[in-house]
């Protein structure tokens, strides 16, 4: 199969000195690129070493925008995305590559167990967004956010516009593939320890945590998201007048009642304009 391997790097001279002569080994014929997110350290001197091409960024503009720069430069028919940093197994290749073959659009490496990359922390997130995708899309996704995966180039382009530049790139494509109806599959893999230090910090990742949460929603279904909200929130509003009518023995609506049922009537309309959005931000999606 004709594809390019896409290697999002930045300052991963030490992954690199060891992913590149594997691949350039393992895929002689396959159109291998770097992509330099503006880095500081040996990158473009191992690129040049190992004769790949190279997509250089004047300054660091995110994973996802390297994601991005590398599709566009890509002239094959499939795009693999895989770390710079060591982590994935360059054999795994002709697996996600192999699953493509059997008619999916889009291919995970789902990562089985805790991986060694993950704290405590990330790995419970990450069956979090797990759970929550599945249970939007009603179907099992076995790794929301693995940045190891395989695609058909022409609908990830379709899709360039909804991707942002920082590293949610992967919840982002997965669930816009579900969602335009495309067939997505995943391949169990193994991770190793990265090489190098790594750009992850506890504090960003955190409000990543919660901003995914509402990216899950708003890309696939935002009401199956808001409706549940809605119906709680005015479900207390009908508890508390309940409650307060029994024990003071007359009829009327409180303050809180009234608060708490409009919330969920407003929750709700939120939702049924937002689904409404997400109808048409997918409705001229096609290949290019």
């Given at each position: 199969m004709?594809?390019?391997?896409?290697?999002?790097?930045?300052?991963?001279?030490?992954?690199?000195?060891?992913?590149?002569?594997?691949?350039?080994?393992?895929?002689?014929?396959?159109?291998i690129i770097v992509v330099d997110d503006g880095s500081s350290d040996g990158t473009l001197v191992i690129c040049e070493q190992h004769d790949v091409v190279v997509v250089s960024h004047p300054y660091s503009k995110g994973n996802g925008a390297a994601i991005k720069s590398g599709a566009r430069a890509a002239t094959t028919e499939y795009l693999v995305f895989m770390?710079?940093?060591?982590?994935?197994?360059?054999?795994?290749?002709?697996?996600?590559?192999?699953?493509?073959?059997?008619?999916?659009?889009?291919?995970?490496?789902?990562?089985?167990?805790?991986?060694?990359?993950?704290?405590?922390?990330?790995?419970?997130?990450?069956?979090?967004?797990?759970?929550?995708?599945?249970?939007?899309?009603?179907?099992?996704?076995?790794?929301l956010t693995s940045g190891f995966r395989a695609v058909d180039r022409k609908k990830f382009l379709s899709f360039l516009y909804l991707l942002p530049n920082g590293f949610s790139y992967p919840t982002t494509s997965t669930m816009a593939f579900f969602r335009a109806g495309y067939s997505v599959g995943?391949?169990?893999?193994?991770?190793?320890?990265?090489l190098g230090k790594s750009h992850v910090s506890l504090l960003r990742d955190g409000v990543r945590f919660f901003l995914i949460i509402f990216k899950i929603g708003t890309l696939y279904s935002p009401l199956k998201?808001?409706?549940?909200?809605?119906?709680?929130?005015?479900?207390?509003?009908?508890?508390?007048?309940?409650?307060?009518?029994?024990?003071a023995?007359?009829?009327?609506f409180t303050n809180m009642s009234t608060l708490l049922i409009l919330t969920g009537m407003i929750i709700f309309l939120i939702g049924l304009l937002s689904e409404q959005i997400t109808n048409l931000q997918y409705k001229d999606s096609k290949d290019e």
């Open positions: 004709d594809f390019s391997i896409i290697l999002p790097a930045k300052d991963e001279e030490q992954g690199l000195a060891v992913t590149l002569p594997s691949l350039k080994k393992k895929y002689p014929r396959a159109e770390d710079a940093d060591g982590q994935h197994d360059p054999r795994d290749v002709e697996r996600l590559v192999a699953k493509l073959e059997e008619g999916y659009d889009l291919v995970v490496g789902a990562r089985s167990g805790r991986h060694s990359q993950a704290s405590f922390a990330r790995w419970s997130a990450n069956n979090f967004y797990n759970k929550l995708a599945s249970w939007m899309v009603n179907r099992r996704i076995d790794d995943f391949v169990p893999i193994d991770v190793a320890q990265r998201v808001y409706f549940p909200t809605a119906f709680f929130m005015a479900g207390l509003g009908i508890a508390n007048y309940v409650v307060a009518n029994l024990s023995g007359t009829l009327r």
